[in-house]
């Protein structure tokens, strides 16, 4: 497995002018469908994808990753916003559950390099957290592909892990077929939206 290490350079300082501004949702248009953010892999802390006729979208108000190791497996949750106005509450998080080594600090999620992950078995959950109803759907077919994690360093010490990587999902939920597809996500951890909840 080839791990990644992304040192910033004088490129990356035109984006971020100081280690607060990592933490900003930076949002790039994709050439073919400007409504999505283009794939990325510079640690943006933004996230997209189509959600049957709507789009689900990184918001600059909310965190848009978090990550926690739990009972043998990673929970991975993408935060975010339904851009649908007519909705009173449009917030939804999109969690993947899956089995995967222990890691008991951020640092070891450089691990996720290139894992591609087949949603369909048992042993592996979608839920949807919309309008604070969580629900784990009926997946029909999926796929979660971590293409690349980089170590981000700042000061010759390691900020966060950038993960990057790409989702879509079919699926059946309350009777009804719903498609999320043409996902992608390029988001930064650190220990503050990282949890063991097994050592904590």
Not at 158 to 166: A, E, H, L, T
Request: charged residues 25%; hydrophobic residues 40%.
């Amino acid at each position: 497995m080839k791990n990644s290490i992304l040192i910033i350079s004088v490129l990356s300082l035109l984006f971020f002018s100081c280690s607060e501004d990592l933490d900003r949702t930076i949002f790039i248009p994709d050439e073919n469908d400007s409504s999505l953010p283009a794939y990325s892999e510079w640690g943006y802390n933004s996230f997209g994808a189509e959600f049957d006729r709507l789009y689900f979208l990184a918001s600059q108000n909310i965190v848009p990753c978090k990550i926690k190791y739990e009972n043998d497996s990673l929970y991975f949750s993408l935060h975010g916003i339904v851009n649908d106005y007519d909705l009173e509450n449009n917030r939804m998080i999109l969690e993947f559950i899956f089995p995967f080594e222990k890691i008991e600090n951020f640092t070891e999620l450089i691990k996720l390099n290139d894992l591609n992950i087949n949603l369909l078995p048992d042993y592996c959950k979608v839920v949807l957290d919309f309008d604070n109803t969580k629900t784990i759907v009926d997946v029909l077919s999926g796929k979660l592909h971590f293409k690349r994690t980089q170590l981000l360093f700042v000061d010759d010490s390691i900020n966060r892990v950038i993960i990057s990587g790409v989702f879509d999902i079919r699926f059946r939920q309350n009777g009804y077929l719903s498609n999320i597809s043409n996902g992608r996500f390029d988001v930064g951890i650190n220990h503050r939206y990282f949890l063991n909840a097994q050592i904590e």
